[in-house]
C-alpha cells in the first residue's frame, strides 16, 4: 500500500498515474500513527513546502520502520537582487515583515494597503487577527474548491476579495489580476517553478509591489526527486 501526501496539481497527477498502475494508493492531508494501522511500503510526500514541518514526525515514524519516504521536492527559485523583495524564513518573520510594510505604505499613500495573498488559506487567521489588518484589505487567492472558499468567507473575508482560481498562472494572468485588484504587496511563498514562483515575483516587480517572500525551508527529506517522471520512475523501480 502507498500513502500519498498533498493537495497539489502534483498530487492529483500521481495519484492517476499510480491508479492507472493498479498499485493500491490511500491519499492523506493529515496523519497520525493511528492511521497508519496497515504500515504502508511507501509513503510519497507531495504536500507543499509549507508542510515540511507538519510531516516531520511521519518521516521519523518512517526511517523507524525503514519504509521508504519519498519527497517530491520543487527545486528552489533563483529570486533576484531587488530592493522590492522582502525575504523571510518562516510565518512569524513573514508577520513582522507585513506589520512594518503595511505601516509604512499605509503612512506614505494614506489609505487601506492591498495585501494580494497567494499563500492559500492556511493559517490566514493569523493576518486576519493581527493589529496591522485594520490598515489593509487582503486578496486571498485559494483553489476552487467551497470549503476553502467558505473558510475564507468564515474569516471575514468579502467574496470579491477571494480569487478561486487553479494554476500554474503567466506572468500575464498575474500582472491582471495584481492590477485589478490594486495590489500594493504581494505576499507569496517560494513553491518553485512548479508554483509558479518566478511568474508571480516578475509580474509583481514590473508592477512595483512590494513582495514578502517566505523562502524554503532546508529540512532534510531524506529520498527526494524533483519531478513527477522522477517520481513514477522511482516508483516504477522500487515498488
Not at 498515474?17 to 492511521?35: A, F, G, H, N
Not at 504502508?40 to 523507524?64: G, H, T
Not at 494597503?113 to 490566514?124: A, E, M
Amino acid at each position: 500500500m502507498i500513502i500519498l501526501l498533498g493537495e497539489t496539481a502534483a498530487a492529483r497527477e500521481i495519484s492517476a498515474c499510480l491508479r492507472s498502475r493498479k498499485l493500491e494508493l490511500v491519499r492523506m492531508q493529515t496523519w497520525s500513527e493511528r492511521t497508519c494501522l496497515h504500515s504502508p511500503n511507501l509513503i510519497i510526500d507531495a504536500s507543499p513546502p509549507s508542510s515540511s514541518l507538519k510531516f516531520a514526525p511521519l518521516r521519523n515514524w518512517c526511517e523507524q520502520r525503514n519504509i521508504p519516504y519519498l519527497r517530491l521536492e520543487r527545486p528552489e527559485t533563483i529570486i533576484p537582487d531587488n530592493p522590492l523583495i522582502y525575504p523571510v524564513v518562516n510565518w512569524e518573520d513573514a508577520l513582522l515583515q507585513l506589520e512594518q510594510r503595511v505601516c509604512t505604505l499605509s503612512q506614505e499613500k494614506g489609505r487601506l494597503i492591498t495585501i494580494f495573498v497567494t499563500t492559500g488559506s492556511h493559517q490566514l487567521e493569523t493576518i486576519v487577527q493581527s493589529s496591522f489588518a485594520r490598515l489593509a484589505r487582503l486578496v486571498i487567492r485559494v483553489l476552487p474548491e467551497g470549503r476553502l472558499v467558505q473558510k475564507c468567507q468564515d474569516m471575514g473575508i468579502s467574496p470579491r476579495d477571494i480569487v478561486a482560481m487553479q494554476g500554474q498562472f503567466s506572468k500575464e494572468v498575474n500582472r491582471v489580476l495584481f492590477k485589478f485588484y490594486g495590489a500594493d504587496i504581494l505576499f507569496t511563498r517560494d513553491s518553485g517553478l512548479a508554483g509558479g514562483t518566478d511568474t508571480k515575483i516578475s509580474a509583481a516587480l514590473e508592477l512595483g509591489l512590494e513582495i514578502v517572500l517566505i523562502k524554503r525551508n532546508t529540512i532534510c527529506q531524506g529520498l527526494t526527486v524533483n519531478s513527477v517522471k522522477e517520481l513514477l520512475d522511482w516508483v516504477d523501480a522500487n515498488a
